[in-house]
């Protein structure tokens, strides 16, 4: 239930702890200064009142809620009174010393701070339409917007037709021959009192009336002229703070019950307090103001939502009572209108005000009939509303329309596709009946029309598709009858580039832009080695031959596939005399040769033309660095000697050997002692020869306890360095055991009968920067577990004995 208790809203706006302790520290603070002093409020300087005033603004309690907590720490009226009087004169001189005039804001209008609030989600869960499954009611969504809450603005003039009552704060301020200022709050029993007058009854009065009043009482009270023209004496009366009314929602509304609003509160303000109309029970059309037991108004939300009409948001008045009918007619509105939902019918209306409340007929939307589901006594039944009964068919309850889309068909629609000048859709119509009128509509035939054939796909009366096969070149020269269209007719003209392979021609060989390229005619051999970009460096401008598909049927199997031609051309693309000579050598003299589609053109590089090529040398050698491979039998040994040879600390059975990244197994020890060896291979390009320093490290790897690198000793064997890595593992493959040498070679372990006499036992000798790998035993999936082994035991346990049996029998 909404909170109207105000000392009840006050220790809910204060319950919590951190609040508390500031507010009461901050009034204890200045009571405490007062004291020392000797006095309370006057003894307070400035700042401190100015810091009182702007930390209590800043608590966010009203004028009244900050005085009873003054009150309840020893503060009294006439301290609270003397505290209101500094902070204006405060204010007033700070305004003044900034050269600005600067009006009293604690004069400005505020909210009273006992009023009910919205709760965060207004409409409970047991009351949300499940939007997934179900239209919303049309104007649902109004009261669950949280910015439209239909708060009074209280920036805007008093009302001249307000009511004044309990509570309300009036303002007068006396200016001219006489000035004097009044803050008048009207008492429970409805009057207001001036100091050394009479209380004055204004409860009930508008606020003109009340106006008029306290000046009259005024006058009287010896403010001689107040309010006559000519006397120079004046009154301003103005309401400033305002109270707060009681208001009762009943009837279908989302949380029904009494809320406490602003005395400028509207009736949508209090709807939208309460959650507006049931959306599932409540009228969003029938809803009724009460005050004093008689309706004072009636609100139709569609007003205001269509139309945004606001003359029934009218201000309410204390005690007021909102009762939100059920509503009577319903009927539900879907397909092709701008807002589907389900809306509420007064009596009267028709079909015709129901599309208006939808937003009309969509773009799209089917508008010879609308399609009605009727609920009847026992079941539904469908009926079919004409256009032409929009106006006047009466809607019931329960109804569901639904606005159908128009057919993706067209009446009068004809189509012409293909090599025509503009292709497109047309309109059958007189003047455009005939295949010919349809494609002078179009501005006749492109020139690569096929005019030997076009079709015409037309729709059967069954909406089965046939087609009509036709000469065109006849028919546009009159050789044939025209032929009418139809509805739904689509011709179309094939253009001569539809009915062949797209044409084109490619270039390969020594050019600067090698390529495949569309096709065009008249194109000479020159003309396309242009287009590639000319000549390359290396290439026989004499050596250029094209090779040409046989196109020509012939009687028999031809032993030939295609047709060569041969050209010799200079730098300058200029043909030879000479123009074509054909691969059999024989000259041939002929008109100027010209490139068919599909065409091959190849030009060919010179047999003593190549790039430079390099190796790379590195390491123990005098001079390292890139090397130009001089001749086709360049070998290593040669490199080896044009950089100035071996360093001392050269190691040659670590040197390595590498072509296109990969390391080549080599001794070079044999190269150098034997240039006609078979390791002194012949040089390319890209190669790579690293002769490294003596590694004193030997690496061992795989199936041993302890994977480690180690270094050289020249005693040790293969097993003494497994030794130094632990041993072997349980999984170990001990005789596959292999060593990668430094210079990519490998040695394997040997089998007893493949041993020599001179070796290690079989195990392969160990070079200083040596790997030494273990293989691990693959893992054996298959292997029975314990179970296993016991269950098939006890079954062939079980068998014997039972053949056992059989046989003693």
């Known amino acids: 239930m909404p909170t109207t208790d105000k000392l009840s809203y006050f220790f809910t706006r204060i319950r919590s702890l951190p609040f508390i302790l500031s507010l009461f520290f901050l009034i204890g603070a200045f009571q405490a200064t007062a004291q020392q002093t000797g006095s309370r409020v006057d003894q307070l300087s400035d700042e401190q009142v100015q810091e009182f005033y702007s930390r209590a603004q800043a608590s966010g309690l009203s004028e009244a809620q900050i005085e009873q907590a003054a009150m309840s720490q020893g503060y009294t009226l006439t301290d609270i009174a003397k505290m209101r009087r500094r902070i204006a004169e405060i204010r007033t001189q700070s305004g003044n010393r900034r050269?600005?005039?600067?009006?009293?804001?604690?004069?400005?209008?505020?909210?009273?701070?006992?009023?009910?609030?919205?709760?965060?989600?207004?409409l409970p869960p047991d009351l949300r339409l499940d939007t997934t499954r179900r239209l919303r009611v049309f104007g649902a969504s109004l009261f669950e917007n949280a910015s439209l809450s239909f708060e009074p603005n209280l920036r805007i003039a008093t009302p001249r037709n307000y009511i004044v009552g309990p509570d309300d704060e009036i303002s007068i301020d006396v200016s001219?021959?006489?000035?004097?200022?009044?803050?008048?709050?009207?008492?429970?029993?409805?009057?207001?009192?001036?100091?050394?007058?009479?209380?004055?009854?204004?409860?009930?009065?508008?606020?003109?009336?009340?106006?008029?009043?306290?000046?009259?009482?005024?006058?009287?009270?010896?403010?001689?002229?107040?309010?006559?023209?000519?006397?120079?004496?004046?009154?301003?009366?103005?309401?400033t703070n305002i109270r707060s009314i009681r208001i009762t929602l009943v009837g279908e509304v989302v949380r029904p019950g009494t809320y406490t609003i602003s005395s400028l509160g509207s009736a949508f303000n209090a709807l939208y307090l309460a959650g507006g109309p049931n959306p599932e029970t409540g009228s969003f059309r029938k809803i009724s103001i009460i005050r004093g037991n008689?309706?004072?108004?009636?609100?139709?939300?569609?007003?205001?939502?269509?139309?945004?009409?606001?003359?029934?948001?009218?201000r309410l008045q204390d005690?007021?009572?909102?009762?939100?009918?059920?509503?009577?007619?319903?009927?539900?509105?879907?397909?092709?209108?701008?807002?589907?939902?389900?809306?509420?019918m007064l009596p009267g209306e028709t079909l015709k005000n129901l599309l208006s409340f939808a937003g009309g007929f969509g773009d799209d939307a089917y508008r010879a009939s609308i399609t009605l589901r009727r609920n009847t006594s026992r079941e539904r039944r469908i009926v079919t509303i004409g256009e032409e009964q929009i106006a006047t068919f009466i809607p019931q309850r329960g109804d569901k329309y639904v606005v159908g889309k128009i057919l993706e068909r067209y009446e009068n629609r004809v189509q012409v596709a293909g090599?025509?000048?503009?292709?497109?859709?047309?309109?059958?119509?007189?003047?455009?009946?005939?295949?010919?009128?349809?494609?002078?509509?179009?501005e006749g035939l492109s020139k690569d029309a096929f005019t030997n054939r076009a079709t015409i796909i037309r729709e059967r009366p069954d909406r089965d598709s046939e087609n009509l096969s036709f000469d065109l070149g006849k028919l546009m020269r009159g050789e044939i009858a025209d032929i009418p269209l139809l509805q739904q007719d689509s011709l179309?003209?094939?253009?001569?580039?539809?009915?062949?392979?797209?044409?084109?021609?490619?270039?390969?060989?020594?050019?600067?832009?090698?390529?495949t390229m569309k096709f065009v005619s008249n194109m000479s051999v020159a003309d396309l080695i242009a287009l590639a970009g000319g000549f390359s460096e290396g290439a026989t401008p004499n050596r250029i031959e094209v090779a040409r598909r046989i196109r020509q049927d012939s009687a028999g199997i031809r032993t030939t596939t295609l047709e060569t031609f041969q050209f010799a051309l200079d730098r300058n693309l200029q043909i030879s005399p000479l123009d074509v000579a054909p691969a059999n050598g024989v000259g041939m003299a002929m008109a100027p040769f010209r490139l068919q589609p599909f065409d091959i053109v190849y030009v060919r590089t010179s047999p003593n033309y190549e790039p430079q090529r390099q190796v790379y040398v590195s390491g123990e050698v005098l001079h390292p660095g890139n090397y130009a491979i001089s001749s086709r039998e360049e070998r290593i040994v040669d490199v080896i000697q044009r950089a100035g040879g071996l360093r001392p600390s050269a190691y040659l059975p670590g040197a390595q050997y590498r072509r296109r990244g990969q390391l080549i197994g080599n001794d070079l020890r044999h190269v150098l002692n034997d240039g006609k060896a078979e390791e002194n291979l012949l040089l390319e390009d890209g190669d790579t020869l690293f002769i490294p320093r003596q590694s004193e490290i030997v690496e061992i790897q795989g199936a041993v306890l302890n994977a480690a690198s180690v270094s050289y000793k020249a005693g040790y064997k293969f097993d003494d360095y497994i030794s130094e890595a632990g041993g072997y593992t349980d999984n170990a493959r001990i005789r596959k055991g292999y060593v990668v040498y430094p210079n990519g070679r490998k040695d394997r372990t040997r089998p007893f009968f493949m041993r020599g006499f001179l070796s290690d036992n079989g195990k392969p000798k160990v070079q200083p920067g040596s790997v030494i790998i273990i293989p691990f035993k693959p893992l054996e999936t298959n292997r029975m577990s314990p179970a296993e082994r016991i269950g098939i035991l006890s079954l062939v346990t079980t068998m014997t004995i039972t053949v056992l049996n059989i046989l003693l029998r």
């Open 176 to 239: 001219g021959a006489s000035s004097d200022s009044f803050k008048l709050r009207v008492s429970p029993e409805g009057t207001v009192k001036v100091p050394n007058l009479q209380p004055i009854f204004v409860s009930g009065l508008t606020i003109e009336q009340a106006e008029q009043r306290i000046i009259e009482r005024l006058r009287k009270g010896g403010y001689q002229g107040l309010g006559v023209p000519g006397s120079g004496t004046s009154a301003n009366v103005a309401l």
């Open 294 to 314: 008689r309706v004072v108004r009636n609100i139709d939300l569609y007003n205001f939502i269509l139309r945004a009409d606001q003359r029934d948001n009218i």
């Open 419 to 442: 090599a025509v000048m503009r292709p497109g859709d047309y309109a059958l119509e007189p003047g455009l009946e005939t295949v010919r009128q349809l494609i002078t509509r179009a």
């Open 99 to 122: 050269g600005q005039t600067t009006s009293d804001t604690s004069r400005g209008r505020t909210l009273p701070g006992d009023l009910s609030r919205r709760y965060p989600d207004s």
């Open 492 to 515: 179309t003209v094939l253009s001569i580039r539809d009915l062949r392979e797209e044409y084109y021609i490619t270039i390969e060989g020594a050019v600067n832009k090698p390529d």
């Open 319 to 344: 005690q007021d009572v909102i009762r939100v009918a059920d509503y009577e007619t319903r009927v539900e509105l879907t397909g092709q209108v701008r807002r589907p939902a389900i809306f509420e």
